[in-house]
Structure formats: structure tokens, C-alpha cells
């Protein structure tokens, strides 16, 4: 069934061809009939071939006017393959009419009119080869029966003729049937794992819509990705890659075969299944987990390739099919959301889609794709968030980021840095930043804004980029003095700072002969070991504000706050307790001696100016 795919439309567009060629040609036998005094059998014969045209027509319109799923098409192609047999054999008919008669002209028309039906057969049914050849046994064979019965030796060495003619059509047909399947073959497959490709599921996945249009039940799309397996191509080589794909591909292929579902590779690392179908949705839904589950248990197993042993997982999306005005490409979108959502969740799961996911994805896209042109636009702003001593002074501050958009208005920095981070504008952004704080610490100081401490926040993924270090120094050369360049904290958050220990010691120790200094954030959130603290080379801890936040309940968080100051006391470090909103915090902080606070009960994030006003009237006040 599925690798006639192609074929249906091919053999639609036949039918047409077919009718006007025959009712054309045969309309010349009443004309012969006339011509030889037959008035009964000709006009009888046209009736017949009119009315198998009129057969073929309905065919036609059978398929041009109804929708159909691929198991209808096999069904209308078997009558389609009844009604050219009986096409090409009533050309038959005429030939033993005609061979019976005396007048040896007409012995001639009927040969040469089957040799000519034989011909045209093996043409137009090339990709059909056991009907052509049926209709090739059929049509050659009365003739060259017709032949040995003469019983002269010219007849007999026409009869050879006549074999060898069928032959060499017969061969014909056979190696452009198999050059056609090559080709069809390759179109429709993967040339590496011989499983279906795109455009095979495609024709798959809209015939499961119809069938779903018609019988109301439902199916299933399974995405399935890779994880990680561009490291494996990337260190072992693209052999191993192309091997362990084929094994992947394999084991997806036993375990679809089982459950009656169909998989195809879309590209890369990316495959596809559907299911088979069920009557209701709640089944459908929980047979969809289960079987994904399934997948990624067999996917996880471990591989011996080339006497090496490897081990992947995988991500993959679901989405249900049971809208029938939906689309292929959207089904296969959807599923992709929620592949995507699995690979943010930390990968080797399994994500259903909804309309929810859907909405926060394409909120997601659209912040990158906006996100882009930021910078260039103007869009990107910093705010600055003062930092003060225990004597209410204003020591410092920490530069913010912040993001106005015409279309997307004001969007958080928790909900643009991590796509940012993601998708490698970070980079940018992050440069962007560290150069307009750069800017403002050195017109500041020129404005007798002194300020001990001017705190950046960095991404892991910024900090490991291979041009950061250069950057930094270039920056800090072009607008700082060894004196402002000394100020500088770098905050980096405590998870994502043990991604790469070593490396990310190797890079701060580098920063740090521009006399930057550094600062872990959100302390307390992450998994730090003290022995880890001790290793890389922090000036500061900054107390994450959810501990904060707690220090107006008496309960646990207040011991929690103690122990990272007497941490911080005991490594030598500075301690930032930011997320200060209180006079309880405030006090509390003051008494167990925390160096600095930051928080909206001093001031919220300011702009540029606002800040220069605050700062100033901070110290007309003061003194």
C-alpha cells in the first residue's frame, strides 16, 4: 500500500488518456465495419467499450471528488487494475471476430491492432509490472496462437517474431519498472537507516487526518531527538555517528513494528512515529506516554559500536491527532514544541502538547527572534539598584538590565536572559552591557559619584565565550583606570558557576589582573561545597532574596541567613545580602554584621540620572 503512494495520482491521471485513446480508436472499427458490410458486430462491440469507458470514468471522478485514505486508495486502485484488464482485453474481442472471417485485411488490422494494444500497455502500466505483464501474456499470446495454427513456415517464424517482440517489451518494462521503484524508493526513504524520510511521513500523516476526518478515532505523532548527539559526531567522527543512527534507528523500527505504528527519519538526529488507532482519546493519551517511554528506555540502552561502548538518550514530543481540519506540518510542529520543551526541561523526557505550551513557546520565539534587533533598536537599557553599608551610606550598586519593546513592551530579564543564554545572543547582549556600565562607572567618576563597588552580572555562557577575557580587558583599557577597573565585581550565579570548575578558575584569574573581582549570586539556592568556595577566587557571597524575604518569620531561614554570614566570616569574604524590603531585615542584618544591603526598601532599580539624584541627595543629607 504505501509504495504506491506516488502511484495513485499517476494512474488517476491515466484514466483520461486511456478513454479518449480507445473511444478514438475504436471508433474507427465502425467505420472498417462499414467498409466490409458488418453492421451488428462493430456497433455492438463500441457499445461494450463505451460502457467500460464510462466505468473508467467513474473511477475517475471516484477519486478526484472524495477524499481518500491511503487504505481507500488500495481499494480503488484494485478496481482501477479490474477495469484496465478488461480495457485492454476487449481489444481481444475484435481480434478473434476479425481472424475468423476470411478477408486476410482484416487478419492484419486485428495482429497489428494487439501488437499495438500490447505496446501501449507496457507503457503506460511500466509501474504496475505484474498487470502489464498479465495484459502482455494476454494480448500476444492469442496472436501468436493465432499464427502457429496457420501452419506456414513464414507464420511460424512470425510467431518467433511475435516472442521475441513480447520479449523485449516484457524487458523493457521490467528494467524501467525497477529504475522507477529505485527512484521512488529513494525519494520517499532515508538513505541511511531505509526508514521512511519527511516527505513519506508527510503522505503518511495526512492520510491519518483523513482517516481520522472519517472514522473519528485517534492517532498519535511521536517526535523523538537525539540528545547530545552532535558531541558524539564531533569526538568519535561521523562513521560512528552514521552507525549508531542506523542502531538507534533499528531498535525505534522493532519496537514500532510491534505496535503497529509506522516510523520515519525526518533528518539529523530527528525521527517521527504514528500510531495505530484507538477509539477514544483517554486511550489514545496513555498509550502515547507509555510507548514514548518505551523508546526512550530502548534508546538508553547501551551501544557497542566499533568496540566502543556509547550511551544516548532522547527527548521527544507528543502530540494527539484528533482535529481533522488540522494540518500535517502542524501536527509535526506541535509535536516539535513539545520536543522542545523536553530539551529545556534537561532533556531524556517526554512532553505533551497543548495549547498552553504552545503559547509560551511562540512567546519564547518571539522574544528571540525580537531580542535580535534589540541592541541596534535602542531597546536595551541598564538600571542601576544602590548598594548600602551598614550605615546607610551608598557604597555601590548593581547594574540591571531591562528590555522595553513597541510590540512586546516591558519583558523581565528572568524571561529574556535565559533565552538569551540559550540562543547565543547572550553573547552580544553581554557585551553590550559590561561596555554601557563601563561607560557609566567613568562618567560617574568624572561627576565625583565615588562609589567603592560597581557589580555586573555575567552568564556562564558569556564568561566561557573564547573572545570574553579579551573583551573585558579591551573594555576595561579603552573607558577605565587600573583604579575604576579595580571597583568592578562580576556577579555569576552559584549553579551555573560549577558547570567547569578548572576553566572557570583559569578565566577569573585571567579578569582578575585587570583588578576585577567576583561575586557568587543567589548563594544558598545552588549545591556549593565549602571546599568548592575555597577554590575559586570570589571577593563576595551575595545571599540569595528568598532567604531574605524569610528573616520577618522567625523560623529556619533565619539560621540559614546566620550560617552563610559565618561562612562568609570565616573564608574572608564580603557578604551582599540583597532583597532587603523591611526594617526587620534591615535590622537583623546590621546586627549580625552583614557588609552591604541591597533591596527595595532602600531604592528600587533607577536609571542613570535618577541615580545621580539619589546618590547626590543621599550625601547632602548625610552631611
Known amino acids: 500500500m504505501l509504495s504506491n503512494i506516488n502511484f495513485y495520482n499517476f494512474m488517476h491521471r491515466q484514466i483520461l488518456v486511456l478513454i479518449a485513446l480507445f473511444i478514438s480508436t475504436a471508433t474507427s472499427y465502425i467505420l472498417i465495419g462499414i467498409a466490409y458490410s458488418s453492421y451488428i458486430i462493430e456497433p455492438l462491440w463500441y457499445l461494450f467499450v463505451l460502457m467500460l469507458s464510462y466505468w473508467g470514468y467513474k473511477l475517475y471522478r471516484e477519486y478526484s471528488d472524495y477524499i481518500l485514505t491511503l487504505q481507500e486508495k488500495e481499494i480503488w486502485l484494485k478496481k482501477l487494475r479490474y477495469f484496465i484488464f478488461s480495457y485492454f482485453s476487449s481489444w481481444t474481442i475484435m481480434f478473434v471476430v476479425y481472424v475468423m472471417r476470411d478477408n486476410i485485411e482484416l ?103 483523513k482517516k481520522q476526518r472519517n472514522s473519528g478515532e485517534f492517532m498519535f505523532l511521536l517526535l523523538i531527538d537525539l540528545d547530545h548527539f552532535k558531541t558524539i559526531n564531533d569526538t568519535l567522527g561521523h562513521d560512528i555517528g552514521d552507525k549508531l543512527l542506523r542502531e538507534v534507528a533499528y531498535r525505534m523500527k522493532t519496537l514500532a513494528k510491534l505496535n503497529h505504528s509506522n516510523i520515519s527519519r525526518l533528518g539529523g538526529d530527528e525521527f517521527c512515529l504514528l500510531s495505530d488507532t484507538y477509539e477514544d482519546k483517554v486511550s489514545c493519551l496513555k498509550r502515547a506516554q507509555s510507548f514514548a517511554q518505551e523508546l526512550l528506555d530502548s534508546v538508553k540502552q547501551t551501544y557497542i559500536i566499533d568496540a566502543q561502548h556509547l550511551y544516548i538518550s532522547a527527548s521527544i514530543g507528543v502530540s494527539i491527532i484528533d482535529n481533522p481540519k488540522i494540518t500535517a506540518t502542524t501536527l509535526i510542529k506541535e509535536a516539535d514544541i513539545a520536543m522542545y520543551e523536553a530539551k529545556s526541561k534537561g532533556r531524556d523526557g517526554v512532553i505533551l502538547f497543548s495549547n498552553e505550551l504552545s503559547i509560551r513557546v511562540e512567546r519564547k520565539l518571539e522574544i528571540e527572534r525580537l531580542l535580535r534587533f534589540a541592541i ?125 570548575v578548572s576553566k572557570l578558575i583559569e578565566i577569573m584569574n585571567k579578569i582578575k589582573s585587570c583588578g576585577v573581582r567576583f561575586s557568587m549570586d543567589d548563594f544558598g539556592t545552588g549545591y556549593s561545597s565549602l571546599s568548592y568556595l575555597r577554590q575559586i577566587p570570589i571577593y563576595e557571597l551575595k545571599i540569595d532574596k528568598s532567604f531574605i524575604s524569610e528573616l520577618d518569620n522567625p523560623n529556619k531561614e533565619i539560621n540559614m541567613v546566620k550560617i552563610i554570614l559565618n561562612i562568609a566570616k570565616n573564608l574572608g569574604l564580603k557578604v551582599v545580602a540583597e532583597g532587603v524590603e523591611t526594617k526587620t531585615q534591615q535590622d537583623f542584618l546590621i546586627d549580625e554584621k552583614c557588609d552591604i544591603l541591597q533591596g527595595f526598601y532602600f531604592s528600587k532599580p533607577l536609571s542613570k540620572d535618577k541615580f545621580e539624584e539619589f546618590f547626590l541627595k543621599s550625601k547632602i543629607s548625610s552631611s
Open 376 to 500: 541596534q533598536k535602542g531597546e536595551i537599557t541598564l538600571n542601576y539598584q544602590p548598594q548600602v553599608n551598614l550605615k546607610d551610606e551608598i557604597i555601590g550598586c548593581e547594574a540591571l538590565v531591562r528590555w522595553n519593546n513597541e510590540q512586546l513592551k516591558n519583558v523581565g530579564p528572568d524571561e529574556f536572559i535565559p533565552i538569551a543564554e540559550q540562543s547565543g545572543i547572550i553573547i552580544e547582549l553581554g557585551k553590550y552591557i559590561l561596555e554601557e556600565s563601563f561607560k557609566t562607572l567613568s562618567e560617574w567618576d568624572k561627576k565625583g559619584i565615588n562609589l567603592e563597588q560597581f557589580s555586573i552580572n555575567i552568564s556562564m555562557r558569556q564568561m566561557f565565550c573564547n573572545t570574553f577575557v579579551d573583551d573585558a580587558k579591551e573594555l576595561c583599557n579603552r573607558y577605565l583606570s587600573p583604579t575604576l577597573s579595580s571597583k568592578l565585581i562580576f556577579e555569576m550565579t552559584e549553579t551555573s558557576a560549577a558547570e567547569d
Open 107 to 209: 487478419h492484419y488490422l486485428a495482429i497489428f491492432t494487439q501488437l499495438g494494444v500490447s505496446v501501449v500497455a507496457t507503457t503506460i502500466l511500466v509501474s504496475e509490472k505484474k498487470l502489464a505483464i498479465f495484459i502482455l501474456a494476454s494480448s500476444m499470446l492469442p496472436v501468436t496462437i493465432y499464427l502457429l495454427f496457420i501452419g506456414k513456415l513464414y507464420a511460424y517464424v512470425i510467431a518467433i517474431l511475435t516472442i521475441v517482440l513480447a520479449w523485449v517489451l516484457l524487458y523493457g518494462a521490467r528494467n524501467t519498472y525497477a529504475y522507477l521503484q529505485r527512484n521512488k524508493f529513494e525519494a520517499y526513504h532515508d538513505y541511511l537507516t531505509k526508514l521512511g524520510n519527511r516527505r513519506y511521513f508527510v503522505e503518511l500523516l495526512k492520510d491519518a487526518i
